[in-house]
């Protein structure tokens, strides 16, 4: 019968007392500096009574305990004994060899060098050897966890440095202590995995603040049953791919994405709950996290324009994957997912991509629909796509047609469109720019460091009545963020017109490569009248540029 043991302890005891192992798959260290300082606050008021600082669940693997949960807190304590240890060192006090070898190395019973008292997961535990227990300065971060690594051992120092100020090193000595006989904890110690993963849901039920991703990580394990091994693997697998390219948050967003691809639009504070009542067996968990592994390519693909999966692809493809992002959507994704995954033909998929980006554009002008209803939506499409229902583009069209702002809603809208963010005036002025061009040879860069947006009527105009006598105040708060008052600009004339008059913006507007800026020196004046029809002409192009045809 597998064995439960609950134990009360002291942290600076049990991290001295035991052999300490993260898991592979567990995730990297997350707290940051303001967990950290939260809790030596609290460690700080509570001194010298003692302090609860929660439950440590583990698994006796025999040689070594493995972590269930817990691993930020004892990492973080194994910070502050390596920050004590350098500390002592750098003021030559004989005791932190003593430091080092209670806490942070020790001498194990088979091996003839120390072992490490606690080592971090795969993606952490080299540079926390390297930087931290071996303290080489010189060892390079690579990872989030990394940064967050040295920034609470830094604000760590400084707290001990704090304490030698005020109380010498006698004040080091008591907090040492005090995690060692004061600092408690609770050890929940079982005898095998399955066990330890119903303890840790259970802390949750119980009000435990977990994560989304520890939750379901931590349900698909349980479900794998005698697949365990299989289950950490591919969980580590994808994982690791998203840590690499991205960062730790992107891996909830793209299962988030993935299962909503899979089952209709779930909500981020619902995902755990729909997948723990969803996936209730072995082959349920072995077959989502198959999946998941298999798709976290097609995932990276959708955040990188020059992944090198779109080599196999028309060019036109990265081309769209680069515009959504260029425009922060990610509401799509499900959809996005479920195109690359299913659809085989490649210009089938070239088509697709252009509808949704087609259809986002006209969604963000119109603003027919909220990014809660687009998301819905495209996830509504993504399942049908994974179910056989939509096999191709047209049928993707059909099936999303009611939902897209007709090419006279679009047109009208984008006549009298205002866009206050810069990013998606840029790329809106670029793709007209692009359409006054028979080809590509010059384009407007993507680069804000090289080409400005430009407010013709300025933002904040030096002197509004002499310089703009066809606005006053109110109309001017009207028409300024207007798209027909805006254009593109190389960065260094944008800088030497700043909030001149028209005619004097023109001279250098006239010096400009980009036809959208150069044909503004057709007008004689600058006011409502000729901002509505620059902006009336963009909106004829736009129908044609985000057109909803295949």
């Not at 003593?98 to 190395?105: A, K, T, V």
């Not at 399955?194 to 394990?221: C, P, W």
């Not at 994957?321 to 299913?342: D, F, H, M, S, W």
């Not at 959208?516 to 044609?544: D, H, Y």
Request: with cysteine; glycine share 4%; net charge negative.
């Amino acid at each position: 019968m597998a064995r439960i043991d609950f134990e009360k302890d002291t942290v600076g005891h049990f991290i001295s007392d035991n052999f300490l192992r993260v898991p592979l798959y567990q995730r990297s260290f997350a707290w940051e500096v303001s967990h950290v300082e939260d809790l030596f606050n609290d460690i700080t008021n509570s001194y010298p009574e003692d302090y609860f600082i929660g439950t440590i669940v583990v698994t006796d693997k025999g040689d070594y305990l493995e972590i269930v949960d817990g691993q930020q807190r004892l990492a973080t304590i194994s910070l502050f004994y390596i920050a004590v240890r350098d500390f002592l060192k750098g003021i030559n006090n004989e005791k932190a060899k003593y430091i080092e070898n209670e806490y942070i190395l020790k001498e194990a019973l088979r091996d003839e060098d120390k072992k490490q008292k606690l080592e971090l997961n795969s993606v952490d535990n080299h540079f926390y050897q390297k930087r931290f227990i071996e303290n080489n300065q010189k060892e390079e971060k690579h990872r989030d966890s990394h940064n967050r690594l040295l920034s609470v051992y830094k604000f760590i120092s400084d707290f001990i440095k704090n304490i030698y100020d005020r109380d010498q090193v006698n004040g080091i000595f008591n907090y040492v202590e005090f995690f060692h006989k004061n600092l408690q904890v609770i050890i929940v110690k079982v005898s095998d995995d399955v066990n330890a993963f119903t303890i840790f849901e259970t802390l949750n039920d119980r009000g435990l603040v977990l994560s989304q991703t520890d939750l379901i990580k931590n349900h698909l394990f349980h479900k794998s049953g005698d697949s365990l091994q299989q289950a950490q693997d591919k969980w580590s697998r994808f994982t690791g791919s998203i840590e690499l390219a991205e960062c730790e948050e992107e891996i909830l967003q793209y299962v988030r994405y993935y299962w909503s691809s899979q089952n209709g639009l779930i909500r981020e504070k619902d995902l755990f709950k729909d997948i723990k009542n969803k996936i209730t067996n072995k082959n349920q968990a072995i077959t989502l996290l198959e999946n998941l592994e298999r798709n976290a390519e097609l995932y990276l693909a959708l955040l990188n324009p020059n992944h090198q999966f779109w080599k196999e692809y028309p060019y036109e493809c990265a081309v769209y994957i680069g515009e959504l992002k260029e425009l922060g959507l990610t509401q799509n994704r499900p959809l996005l997912l479920a195109v690359l995954g299913r659809f085989s033909d490649r210009d089938e998929v070239k088509k697709a991509l252009k509808l949704i980006n087609s259809w986002s554009v006209r969604n963000l002008i119109t603003g027919i629909a909220s990014g809660g209803t687009l998301e819905k939506e495209f996830s509504n499409l993504a399942k049908l796509i994974n179910d056989g229902k939509i096999k191709d583009v047209s049928e993707l069209l059909s099936s999303m047609q009611h939902l897209i702002p007709t090419d006279e809603q679009f047109k009208k809208a984008f006549e009298i469109a205002t866009v206050s963010k810069a990013n998606l005036a840029r790329y809106y002025l670029r793709k007209l720019e692009e359409s006054y061009r028979p080809t590509r040879e010059v384009s407007p860069s993507q680069i804000p460091e090289r080409v400005n947006l430009e407010h013709i009527l300025p933002e904040n105009p030096a002197n509004l009545k002499n310089d703009w006598p066809l606005f006053d105040e109110n109309i001017h708060r009207t028409y300024y963020r207007r798209l027909g008052n805006l254009t593109l600009l190389d960065t260094k004339m944008n800088s030497d017109i700043r909030d001149g008059s028209f005619e004097a913006k023109k001279g250098v507007y006239n010096q400009s490569e980009l036809l959208i800026t150069k044909n503004l020196t057709s007008f004689n004046n600058w006011g409502p009248e000729e901002i509505e029809k620059r902006q009336s002409e963009f909106a004829e192009k736009a129908v044609n540029i985000w057109r909803i045809k295949i």
